[in-house]
């Protein structure tokens, strides 16, 4: 056996594995952290505007996709929001809740990120470290890399999924899940825009609230259109429950019966037009784009038919697209799929089958919604298997 030789090795500098290396240096452990890029922390930096969103005040284990969907609640027992908001409190790290009880930095996040650094700074790093081979020997992982040779008893892979290539993402944890006999789940795009094949580039850049449905599955949040087809948090968060083939419903005045509405209009004397009765609800050009596409003319409210109030209840509350596609792993903010969760333990992360290797973060089949749930996952994990570094005896 050659190398140096640490009490832990991380491998990937995200939020998983930067949590993972502050917890496990409370016990005096000595900690590595590989990472493939020159900088650690890439995604949280940009997350949320910039601002990251990095936890929710309705935490649940409904807010996650898996295979095994019961999986996530041992994580969010274990790692609690109001402790982790407590110890930013303590930190002076400001923060301030948004709609749906979405939890970001307020000022940006810098905050969070030079909080995470400064937990973890007795932590030796080696950047710009690509890892040729990982192997377990009587007990002890060697790992080699392009700087040198390295081996613990415990390594902790936090590498991630396949999102965002451009940040220099790879595919090393499902690769060395399988490398060790662990069931992989192929990984697909999620919290990702849809493309239709006949997008309504007329509206394109025009975002309105909405209810989208697939199935039972639905969200309430703002839509977008785009040149190639439908994005905003409301598709985004759809997205994730698509596959191809499927319809997304989509109704575009979720808040109000446009039936209803017409017929209070109808009862009163004054004449309206109905393309400025629909400017009450919408703006001028969506308004124009549903009459036009319900073939409804100008005409006064009271002169509309049954037909066609019909068909304007159908198209604004039951405005039906099936798209062709997503958009790809270039705009998806994370990944579904990746190592199987009955390979690992719900309280650890650890390997059922290899002792010491640890999975966390995106590179597990836990995917959340949009809302700060994925980094809340990867602090939760991170978290949890390096506290478990702490109950090891070296």
């Known amino acids: 056996m050659t190398g140096n030789k640490y009490d832990v090795i991380i491998i990937g500098a995200g939020a998983s594995g930067i949590m993972a290396a502050a917890v496990a240096l ?14 650690p922390l890439r995604k949280v930096k940009i997350s949320g505007g910039g601002k990251c969103n ?9 807010h996650y996709i898996s295979k095994n969907p019961h999986f996530v609640k041992s994580a969010l027992t274990q790692f609690d929001v109001a402790d982790f908001l407590q110890e930013m409190d303590e930190n002076n790290i400001q923060y301030q809740e948004r709609k749906l009880g979405q939890i970001f930095c307020k000022n940006s996040s810098t905050d969070i990120i030079n909080y995470l650094l400064d937990q973890s700074k007795d932590a030796d790093f080696s950047f710009n470290t690509d890892i040729t081979s990982l192997q377990k020997n009587n007990n002890i992982f060697e790992i080699e890399t392009n700087k040198g040779s390295y081996n613990s008893t415990s390594v902790i892979i936090a590498t991630g999924g396949i999102s965002f290539p451009n940040l220099g993402v790879s595919n090393f944890a499902a690769e060395t899940a399988k490398n ?11 919290l990702v825009p849809l493309k239709l094949q006949n997008p309504y580039t007329e509206l394109s850049g025009t975002a309105l609230h909405c209810k989208a449905s697939i199935g039972k599955k639905f969200f309430y949040d703002n839509l977008l259109f785009t040149h190639k087809g439908l994005s905003g948090p409301v598709i985004l968060k759809i997205s994730s429950y698509w596959s191809k083939g499927d319809s997304v419903s989509i109704d575009l005045l979720p808040n109000a019966n446009i039936k209803e509405l017409i017929d209070r209009d109808k009862s009163s004397k004054v004449k309206e037009k109905i393309h400025s009765f629909m400017k009450t609800y919408f703006t001028a050009k969506v308004a124009s784009w549903i009459l036009y596409e319900t073939d409804i003319e100008n005409k006064n409210i009271q002169e509309l038919s049954n037909h066609q109030v019909e068909l304007l209840y159908k198209f604004i509350h039951f405005f039906i697209v099936k798209p062709v596609a997503d958009m790809g792993y270039d705009l998806a903010e994370i990944c579904k799929g990746g190592i199987d969760t009955k390979e690992l333990s719900s309280k650890t992360f650890e390997a059922n089958k290899v002792s010491g290797l640890y999975f966390i973060g995106e590179a597990i089949d836990i995917a959340g919604n949009l809302g700060g749930y994925n980094i809340w996952f990867a602090f939760a994990s991170g978290f949890i298997a390096g506290k478990c570094q702490t109950n090891n005896k070296s």
């Open 26 to 39: 409370k016990d005096n452990k000595t900690v590595l952290v590989i990472e493939n890029h020159e900088a």
């Open 54 to 62: 990095f936890t929710n005040l309705d935490m649940s284990a409904d």
């Open 180 to 190: 060790f006999g662990l069931n992989v789940i192929d990984f697909s795009p999620a």
